[in-house]
């Protein structure tokens, strides 16, 4: 069987701001936006992603065979608890054979995220695993996740960072079974994987705002700059709700540009318009305003089943030295130790505001949903090795890096590690509150 898996076009805009470093999305006509970057709102960082056809080999035998390793019970640690100790809390320690799955083994692996394709020759930041304080972390099973989800379907829903999440899933399931690429949008953004011994469906949907946003238009061509309303859910995904027995929500980076905000269809504030009559709310009341609508829809959502909701976290990008367009780089080989890491600036205000949502949104849901965080930014913020730099597809785009999305393999496959911890712990009836 042969299948290609072409790469998304994506061209994202990175906006330098003040310490916090983060992204968003731009139209891929608007390549003149690289000759605006002075538009008083600080820099703009763009990275493009180019499709490329990837067409799969054909696979003539299981490359790996997984192993279900169970990592070693925490003696030393006080309440050391598998059952309810803070997964998000640690540090990454060695491990060899944190690595399950390689560029040979996965064959949905798009080019964009293949860096060992792109010459990225240093393994050591493959070489950790991340270890909660207060337990360790089963290392991740394709057997048991796809028990789990038997007969169940499960979407990602955010932006180009969502789908690296499922793509890291889709390479960990595939060492259990070959899915079936069963659906994907003109512009492949959404996209649906069938794994048919477990009758299990997995998506990405595309939603950059969670909210209706639409981008204004001056004289015909698109300007960068989006209408965003705060309170009307975006039905590319609202719609697909009942539907659904597991959602991870994420998004944020597409916030960190001039976007003009509204309210009842009235325009109340802005952010990074610079304009003197228009009151610039910032990005944390923004992203909270989205994720509180997104919620509230959750809990109100009638026609929904046993719905699980995760919020994944603000996913931080490490350009160093630099912006995207000044030589900014991440070429780190190996992650920052824990007190190396601080924990401030714009990604971890993002991430308050994202868990200070979640809570609020299980107090007036009176559990009626399962809603939690899978709260990524901390480890994340170690992994500054993490990203392709400049080991990417980058023809026309020479000098570029990417310092945002993460290499598959690559510490984003932790992040399913996590996802199958909570899922286990709902799975045995002890989901958290
Ligand atoms: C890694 O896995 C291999 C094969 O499963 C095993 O022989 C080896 O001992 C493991 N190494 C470590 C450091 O766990
Ligand atoms: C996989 O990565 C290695 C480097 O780690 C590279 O040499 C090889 O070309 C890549 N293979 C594929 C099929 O992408
Ligand atoms: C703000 O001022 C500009 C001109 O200075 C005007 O075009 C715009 O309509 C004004 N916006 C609002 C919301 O009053
Ligand atoms: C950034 O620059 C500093 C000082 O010049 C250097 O020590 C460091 O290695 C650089 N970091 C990267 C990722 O290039
Ligand atoms: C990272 O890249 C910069 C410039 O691109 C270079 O000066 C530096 O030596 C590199 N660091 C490492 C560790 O490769």
Redesign the pocket.
């Known amino acids: 069987m042969k299948f290609s898996f072409p790469d998304t076009l994506e061209k994202i805009q990175l906006h330098h701001h003040k310490k916090g470093r983060s992204f968003c999305y731009i139209n891929p006509r608007k390549l003149r936006l690289f000759s605006l970057s002075s538009l008083g709102l600080g820099f703009f960082f763009i990275l493009f992603i180019l499709y490329h056809p990837n067409h799969i080999r054909d696979r003539t035998q299981q490359d790996l065979n997984p192993t279900k390793i169970l990592i070693r019970p925490n003696n030393n640690d006080a309440g050391g608890n598998q059952e309810y100790c803070d997964l998000f809390k640690g540090r990454w320690i060695p491990d060899l054979n944190a690595s399950l799955y390689?560029?040979?083994s996965c064959r949905t692996m798009p080019d964009s995220k293949?860096c060992?394709?792109y010459g990225?020759?240093d393994v050591d930041f493959l070489q950790w695993r991340w270890k909660p304080d207060g337990c360790d972390l089963l290392r991740f099973d394709p057997k048991t996740f796809l028990r789990i989800v038997h007969g169940k379907r499960l979407a990602f829903v955010g932006d180009s960072v969502a789908r690296n999440q499922m793509e890291s899933l889709l390479c960990l399931l595939s060492l259990e079974e070959t899915p079936a690429d069963i659906y994907k949008d003109s512009e492949d953004r959404s996209r649906t994987w069938y794994f048919p011994s477990y009758d299990f469906t997995l998506m990405v949907i595309w939603s950059k705002f969670m909210v209706v946003g639409e981008e204004r238009v001056f004289n015909g061509s698109p300007s960068g700059a989006f209408d965003l309303h705060l309170d009307r859910i975006d039905n590319e995904w609202a719609s697909k709700l009942p539907w659904l027995d597991y959602a991870i929500i994420s998004d944020a980076h597409w916030f960190f540009r001039k976007n003009y905000l509204y309210e009842g269809g009235k325009l109340i504030g802005c952010v990074f318009c610079y304009e003197a009559n228009i009151t610039d709310y910032g990005l944390g009341f923004a992203v909270r305003r989205v994720f509180r609508t997104a919620l509230q829809y959750i809990n109100n959502c009638k026609d929904c089943k046993d719905l699980l909701v995760l919020l994944r976290t603000f996913s931080p990008a490490h350009f160093e030295n630099g912006t995207w367009n000044s030589g900014g780089n991440c070429n780190r080989t190996s992650p920052l130790k824990e007190e190396e890491t601080r924990l401030e600036g714009t990604e971890w205000e993002l991430r308050s505001v994202q868990l200070e949502e979640v809570e609020r949104a299980r107090k007036e849901g009176e559990k009626r949903k399962k809603i939690g965080a899978l709260d990524v930014t901390r480890a994340m913020l170690m992994r500054p090795d993490g990203h392709p730099g400049d080991h990417w597809n980058n023809k026309g785009m020479e000098g570029y890096n990417d310092c945002v999305h993460w290499c598959l393999p690559g510490p984003i496959d932790a992040w399913n590690d996590l996802l199958l911890a909570v899922l286990s712990r709902e799975n045995s009836g002890s989901f958290l509150y």
């Open positions: 390689t560029n040979r293949n060992g394709k990225r020759m």
